[in-house]
């Protein structure tokens, strides 16, 4: 099933729930992506990521209790479920496999600050 | 995380709110909103309130994707297409199912959209006419309003503008404002006549060929203003000098073979001066005010070429573009009294009309043009509105009444989860097919009634159905007849509540009762006034048609002097009185029927007070005038060849005579510019102009020189053949160079109220059409009366009840339905004709049995309409209609 496969955007996203849980909602995450990633990253996107992700099993939601900073609205709290668990290992592992087999020619040397 | 609970908090921007909460699905609402508030308090704080605003835009937009759109598929809501296939679907059914309902509806909206579509037709027609000219916009008609010794009066003749005085040349108006105002772009006079009696044909001669056309004076911008369109020559050259004239397509081939031919050759005009053909103009068709056949070049009038009657004449100027007209108006005023050189108490002011405007608005009221044919246009208009408007209403209320039927069905609907908008789109959807059916019949009703009614109302009318415009107000029409008699329908029965519906506890409300029967009433009301106006405008039109006039106006055939028929008039007399057919023979310088000159300066009589002026309508006839038309002397004799003296004698009418307020008149003294002489009799007051005017100061004298007039003679009874034949022979002999043109008395007479004639038959064809369309809503009613009341039929007629009491029972309703109408209707008609009816200074009384003939032609229809029902549901055997349930 490919609508089952992972976008980077979503995988990136659901690896931030992991992050921030218990506490992990879309503003939040947001603005940890900004700040990982220095880019402007809008809820509207992390939201529609928080969606599809939810619709793939990768996560479930609960509505959190009402705040005055969101004008007495409540908030929707994520949590990463097994399957999203599933994913993410798999995903690093296959990531953590390939890096580990590239060689110091196998791309330009480039160094990270 | 910082705690953000305790910072001072921001609101922001409310409508991106709305935004949201008008795209997105109202479940993520709550979050959306709730992101975007925190985001931005965030934002404040990093960034400052302007950059944080900006931002926020950023935010909301970014929402604006499918996933988070309201979704019209998540709701029961079915698809828009499928749900409009299924309105019209079950409208087909139910349309199907109630036929007789249906044709009801539909025949009655076809009827009444046909109503509605020919007369728009007539009063787009009407309003068109005058207004195709390119320059429409510029164009401006001058009158005058003339005030003197108090009264006030205008037209568009404008008086003491002359072209020649005492033999100089004089600049006319049309001259004068092109060298004084830099506004005017051209001006042209235009006179249709130049020589009494007004208005005749003139014979125009090439070789041999000779014919007799109707024509006018004009000046040479002419062409350059208005959009006549040429077939040949050039609107520049057209008339620019004395010799020119141009012609029509259809004159040109009367003379010439083909129009281009007819260019630059010369035609004899009344046998006495040539005229060279400059160009060849399309026919004046309907859409023109103004019908030529020919156009002399302005300048022959002037220069004394051609004489004219006298110094009045219409004035047409196209002023330059941005031009506002009402400066120039004030312009003109104050031009015009510099100009002026009129006697003290008389006072001419200038004014200007839209040319467009003329053919609508003719009638001058207060010295400026106001009414005219513009009163009958909104009469029809408002005809078409209130029948389109009946025949809604029959609609409306045949589904109202039937909503009973359907209440069950829209419980059902309801319960199964239908919400009020689906049901009212549903009844809508069924008046909208209905009235498109009704459409459809309306246009193949229309294109078989408009030879018919192109017929009568004497114009050449066409659907415009290649006009895309055309198909828009059709369309609109019928989406707004649907619209407006589904309406009530649709929300009364989709307000029901499904309990109560399907416990079978709806009876209708006494508002909606009532509502049914005011619809009826109004309806009714409607018709009845459409009726009384009806019987009202057609006997004043038989009236006026058939008044005793005072004069004898069968039998007469008259036709113009010209030529040498003034100087032959002896001749021609002797002659035409040896010939069969001809049994009198005389003359007169005016047609008896319609005098158009009116003058008071020329007159004094003995006895006449200092100051004292009667407007006189002079007349010069032959020696057996009087006799010939049957006029009756009460007071003297008429005149007499036997008294030498009689040429220089006068006669009055009974009103001259008191308006001079003369006494023992017979041998006073009186006199007529330089004539001089004695009142020999007294006539008896005949009318000499149209029913619309009271009859004026006449003052007859006998001259058998002049040479203009016409000549009149009388035939016995169904010798008009023979009397004609005689006129021809006689003509070809005494005046050879002229073809005969004769008219008859009474056509003409009839022709003066041929709009009176007209709105008559018009409006004698909608009135039937709106008591039709008010007794099929009628007939609907009583069918579905009958229907709810089967049962309690059957129970009265169980315990005893005759089915004369039953019939009785049912037509009180109606009766009283009517009733109530005429009380309502009866005194608008009395208002409105009597108001019609001013307009004429002889008229018809509004009778009382006018009204209750309509009265009683109403209620007798509506019985018919209701009896077949009301028999048949009496004539139900009870045991069957009681056995249903």
Same mark, same amino acid.
Not at chain 2, 39 to 49: D, F, K, M, P, T
Not at chain 2, 599 to 619: D, H, L, N, R
């Given at each position: 099933?490919?609508? %089952?496969? *992972?976008?980077?955007? @979503?995988?990136?996203?659901? !690896? =931030?729930?992991?992050?921030?849980?218990?506490? $992990?909602?879309?503003?939040?995450?947001?603005?940890?992506?900004?700040?990982?990633?220095?880019?402007?990253?809008?809820?509207?996107?992390?939201? %529609?990521? *928080?969606?599809?992700? @939810?619709?793939?099993?990768? !996560? =479930?939601?609960?509505?959190?209790?009402?705040? $005055?900073?969101?004008?007495?609205?409540?908030?929707?709290?994520?949590?990463?479920?097994?399957?999203?668990?599933?994913?993410?290992?798999?995903?690093?592992?296959?990531?953590?496999?390939?890096?580990?087999?590239?060689?110091?020619?196998?791309?330009?040397?480039?160094?990270?600050? | 995380?910082?705690?953000?609970?305790?910072?001072?908090?921001?609101?922001?921007?409310?409508?991106?709110?709305?935004?949201?909460?008008?795209?997105?699905?109202?479940?993520?609402?709550?979050?959306?909103?709730?992101?975007?508030?925190?985001?931005?308090?965030?934002?404040?704080?990093?960034?400052?309130?302007?950059?944080?605003?900006?931002?926020?835009?950023?935010?909301?937009?970014?929402?604006?994707?499918?996933?988070?759109?309201?979704?019209?598929?998540?709701?029961?809501?079915?698809?828009?297409?499928?749900?409009?296939?299924?309105?019209?679907?079950?409208?087909?059914?139910?349309?199907?199912?109630?036929?007789?309902?249906?044709?009801?509806?539909?025949?009655?909206?076809?009827?009444?959209?046909?109503?509605?579509?020919?007369?728009?037709?007539?009063?787009?027609?009407?309003?068109?006419?005058?207004?195709?000219?390119?320059?429409?916009?510029?164009?401006?008609?001058?009158?005058?309003?003339?005030?003197?010794?108090?009264?006030?009066?205008?037209?568009?003749?404008?008086?003491?503008?002359?072209?020649?005085?005492?033999?100089?040349?004089?600049?006319?108006?049309?001259?004068?404002?092109?060298?004084?105002?830099?506004?005017?772009?051209?001006?042209?006079?235009?006179?249709?006549?130049?020589?009494?009696?007004?208005?005749?044909?003139?014979?125009?001669?090439?070789?041999?060929?000779?014919?007799?056309?109707?024509?006018?004076?004009?000046?040479?911008?002419?062409?350059?203003?208005?959009?006549?369109?040429?077939?040949?020559?050039?609107?520049?050259?057209?008339?620019?000098?004395?010799?020119?004239?141009?012609?029509?397509?259809?004159?040109?081939?009367?003379?010439?073979?083909?129009?281009?031919?007819?260019?630059?050759?010369?035609?004899?005009?009344?046998?006495?001066?040539?005229?060279?053909?400059?160009?060849?103009?399309?026919?004046?068709?309907?859409?023109?005010?103004?019908?030529?056949?020919?156009?002399?070049?302005?300048?022959?009038?002037?220069?004394?070429?051609?004489?004219?009657?006298?110094?009045?004449?219409?004035?047409?100027?196209?002023?330059?573009?941005?031009?506002?007209?009402?400066?120039?108006?004030?312009?003109?005023?104050?031009?015009?009294?510099?100009?002026?050189?009129?006697?003290?108490?008389?006072?001419?002011?200038?004014?200007?009309?839209?040319?467009?405007?003329?053919?609508?608005?003719?009638?001058?009221?207060?010295?400026?043009?106001?009414?005219?044919?513009?009163?009958?246009?909104?009469?029809?208009?408002?005809?078409?509105?209130?029948?389109?408007?009946?025949?809604?209403?029959?609609?409306?209320?045949?589904?109202?009444?039937?909503?009973?039927?359907?209440?069950?069905?829209?419980?059902?609907?309801?319960?199964?989860?239908?919400?009020?908008?689906?049901?009212?789109?549903?009844?809508?959807?069924?008046?909208?097919?209905?009235?498109?059916?009704?459409?459809?019949?309306?246009?193949?009703?229309?294109?078989?009634?408009?030879?018919?009614?192109?017929?009568?109302?004497?114009?050449?009318?066409?659907?415009?159905?290649?006009?895309?415009?055309?198909?828009?107000?059709?369309?609109?029409?019928?989406?707004?007849?649907?619209?407006?008699?589904?309406?009530?329908?649709?929300?009364?029965?989709?307000?029901?509540?499904?309990?109560?519906?399907?416990?079978?506890?709806?009876?209708?409300?006494?508002?909606?009762?009532?509502?049914?029967?005011?619809?009826?009433?109004?309806?009714?009301?409607?018709?009845?006034?459409?009726?009384?106006?009806?019987?009202?405008?057609?006997?004043?039109?038989?009236?006026?048609?058939?008044?005793?006039?005072?004069?004898?106006?069968?039998?007469?055939?008259?036709?113009?002097?010209?030529?040498?028929?003034?100087?032959?008039?002896?001749?021609?007399?002797?002659?035409?009185?040896?010939?069969?057919?001809?049994?009198?023979?005389?003359?007169?310088?005016?047609?008896?029927?319609?005098?158009?000159?009116?003058?008071?300066?020329?007159?004094?009589?003995?006895?006449?007070?200092?100051?004292?002026?009667?407007?006189?309508?002079?007349?010069?006839?032959?020696?057996?005038?009087?006799?010939?038309?049957?006029?009756?002397?009460?007071?003297?004799?008429?005149?007499?060849?036997?008294?030498?003296?009689?040429?220089?004698?006068?006669?009055?009418?009974?009103?001259?005579?008191?308006?001079?307020?003369?006494?023992?008149?017979?041998?006073?003294?009186?006199?007529?510019?330089?004539?001089?002489?004695?009142?020999?009799?007294?006539?008896?007051?005949?009318?000499?102009?149209?029913?619309?005017?009271?009859?004026?100061?006449?003052?007859?004298?006998?001259?058998?020189?002049?040479?203009?007039?016409?000549?009149?003679?009388?035939?016995?009874?169904?010798?008009?053949?023979?009397?004609?034949?005689?006129?021809?022979?006689?003509?070809?002999?005494?005046?050879?160079?002229?073809?005969?043109?004769?008219?008859?008395?009474?056509?003409?007479?009839?022709?003066?109220?041929?709009?009176?004639?007209?709105?008559?038959?018009?409006?004698?064809?909608?009135?039937?059409?709106?008591?039709?369309?008010?007794?099929?809503?009628?007939?609907?009613?009583?069918?579905?009366?009958?229907?709810?009341?089967?049962?309690?039929?059957?129970?009265?007629?169980?315990?005893?009840?005759?089915?004369?009491?039953?019939?009785?029972?049912?037509?009180?309703?109606?009766?009283?339905?009517?009733?109530?109408?005429?009380?309502?209707?009866?005194?608008?008609?009395?208002?409105?004709?009597?108001?019609?009816?001013?307009?004429?200074?002889?008229?018809?009384?509004?009778?009382?049995?006018?009204?209750?003939?309509?009265?009683?032609?109403?209620?007798?229809?509506?019985?018919?309409?209701?009896?077949?029902?009301?028999?048949?549901?009496?004539?139900?055997?009870?045991?069957?209609?009681?056995?249903?349930?």
């Amino acid at each position: 099933m490919r609508r %089952s496969d *992972l976008g980077e955007f @979503e995988e990136i996203v659901l !690896l =931030t729930v992991a992050v921030l849980n218990p506490a $992990a909602y879309s503003v939040m995450i947001a603005e940890e992506l900004e700040q990982q990633t220095g880019k402007t990253v809008t809820t509207g996107a992390v939201h %529609s990521a *928080l969606q599809r992700l @939810e619709k793939k099993g990768f !996560l =479930t939601s609960e509505m959190g209790e009402a705040t $005055a900073a969101r004008g007495g609205r409540r908030k929707r709290l994520f949590t990463v479920t097994v399957a999203g668990s599933k994913i993410l290992h798999e995903v690093k592992a296959v990531r953590d496999n390939l890096w580990s087999r590239v060689t110091p020619q196998g791309m330009p040397q480039i160094n990270i600050s | 995380m910082r705690p953000v609970d305790q910072r001072p908090s921001y609101t922001p921007p409310q409508w991106v709110d709305r935004l949201i909460s008008r795209f997105c699905a109202s479940h993520l609402q709550e979050e959306i909103l709730g992101d975007l508030y925190e985001r931005y308090q965030l934002s404040i704080a990093r960034l400052g309130e302007s950059k944080a605003k900006r931002r926020y835009w950023r935010e909301a937009l970014a929402y604006m994707r499918p996933s988070f759109f309201k979704k019209t598929t998540q709701n029961t809501t079915p698809h828009p297409i499928t749900m409009v296939r299924h309105y019209f679907l079950t409208a087909f059914r139910n349309t199907v199912r109630n036929k007789a309902f249906s044709i009801i509806n539909v025949l009655g909206l076809a009827l009444g959209m046909t109503c509605f579509l020919l007369i728009f037709l007539w009063v787009a027609d009407e309003k068109v006419v005058d207004n195709f000219h390119k320059n429409n916009e510029r164009l401006y008609t001058l009158y005058h309003t003339t005030e003197s010794n108090g009264n006030v009066f205008g037209g568009y003749d404008i008086p003491n503008w002359y072209g020649n005085r005492n033999g100089q040349d004089e600049p006319v108006l049309a001259d004068e404002l092109k060298v004084n105002f830099p506004e005017v772009l051209y001006a042209t006079n235009y006179a249709t006549s130049y020589d009494l009696p007004w208005g005749y044909p003139c014979t125009f001669q090439y070789g041999d060929i000779k014919h007799k056309i109707k024509g006018s004076t004009a000046g040479e911008d002419f062409f350059k203003m208005f959009s006549y369109e040429l077939v040949a020559g050039k609107a520049a050259s057209a008339l620019d000098e004395i010799n020119t004239v141009a012609i029509s397509e259809k004159m040109a081939r009367m003379f010439f073979d083909s129009p281009e031919e007819a260019l630059g050759k010369v035609l004899r005009y009344e046998n006495f001066r040539d005229f060279v053909v400059r160009a060849v103009f399309k026919d004046t068709d309907q859409q023109s005010s103004l019908q030529f056949d020919y156009l002399i070049s302005w300048k022959n009038t002037v220069k004394g070429e051609i004489l004219r009657s006298d110094n009045k004449f219409p004035t047409y100027i196209q002023l330059k573009e941005n031009t506002d007209p009402a400066a120039f108006a004030e312009k003109l005023r104050d031009f015009q009294n510099q100009r002026s050189d009129y006697p003290e108490n008389y006072q001419v002011d200038l004014g200007i009309q839209p040319f467009g405007d003329r053919y609508l608005s003719s009638n001058f009221v207060n010295g400026a043009p106001a009414e005219g044919r513009k009163e009958y246009v909104n009469i029809f208009s408002g005809v078409a509105i209130f029948i389109l408007i009946i025949a809604c209403v029959n609609f409306m209320n045949l589904a109202t009444a039937k909503s009973l039927k359907r209440a069950r069905e829209v419980g059902v609907r309801k319960v199964i989860g239908s919400s009020r908008g689906y049901l009212i789109g549903q009844f809508l959807g069924e008046s909208l097919l209905l009235s498109f059916i009704a459409l459809i019949c309306a246009l193949v009703l229309v294109s078989l009634l408009l030879p018919f009614f192109n017929d009568f109302s004497g114009k050449q009318m066409a659907l415009p159905l290649e006009k895309s415009n055309y198909w828009l107000f059709l369309i609109g029409l019928t989406v707004a007849a649907g619209l407006a008699s589904g309406s009530y329908p649709a929300l009364f029965l989709s307000s029901l509540r499904p309990v109560r519906v399907l416990k079978g506890l709806t009876r209708f409300s006494k508002s909606a009762l009532w509502f049914r029967k005011g619809l009826a009433v109004f309806q009714f009301s409607l018709s009845i006034l459409l009726l009384i106006g009806t019987l009202v405008v057609s006997r004043q039109t038989d009236f006026v048609q058939n008044k005793h006039l005072g004069y004898d106006k069968e039998n007469i055939i008259y036709l113009r002097i010209e030529g040498d028929l003034n100087r032959k008039y002896a001749v021609l007399k002797e002659r035409l009185l040896t010939l069969p057919g001809i049994s009198m023979v005389d003359r007169s310088s005016e047609a008896p029927h319609n005098m158009g000159f009116e003058m008071s300066s020329p007159f004094t009589w003995e006895g006449q007070q200092e100051g004292q002026a009667v407007s006189f309508k002079p007349t010069s006839v032959g020696f057996d005038f009087v006799d010939m038309m049957g006029l009756e002397v009460v007071e003297g004799r008429s005149f007499s060849k036997d008294f030498a003296t009689d040429t220089s004698a006068f006669m009055v009418n009974e009103t001259a005579l008191t308006q001079m307020g003369m006494e023992n008149p017979l041998g006073k003294r009186i006199s007529a510019w330089r004539k001089q002489g004695h009142i020999i009799g007294i006539l008896k007051d005949y009318h000499i102009s149209s029913l619309h005017e009271k009859i004026k100061p006449l003052i007859v004298d006998v001259k058998e020189n002049l040479n203009f007039g016409i000549i009149m003679v009388k035939t016995p009874p169904g010798q008009t053949q023979e009397a004609l034949k005689s006129l021809e022979l006689a003509n070809a002999e005494v005046n050879p160079n002229y073809p005969l043109a004769y008219q008859f008395l009474d056509l003409e007479y009839a022709k003066m109220y041929e709009s009176e004639a007209i709105i008559s038959k018009l409006s004698n064809v909608f009135a039937v059409l709106a008591i039709l369309i008010s007794c099929l809503g009628l007939l609907g009613l009583a069918m579905f009366s009958a229907e709810q009341r089967t049962r309690e039929i059957g129970i009265r007629k169980v315990l005893g009840a005759s089915v004369n009491s039953i019939v009785t029972m049912f037509s009180k309703e109606f009766v009283q339905l009517v009733l109530v109408s005429f009380i309502i209707a009866a005194p608008i008609a009395w208002y409105l004709m009597n108001n019609w009816l001013q307009g004429f200074a002889y008229s018809v009384p509004l009778a009382w049995w006018i009204f209750a003939l309509t009265g009683a032609s109403a209620l007798l229809i509506a019985l018919l309409t209701v009896s077949f029902q009301t028999m048949r549901a009496a004539l139900r055997n009870p045991v069957k209609s009681l056995r249903a349930e």
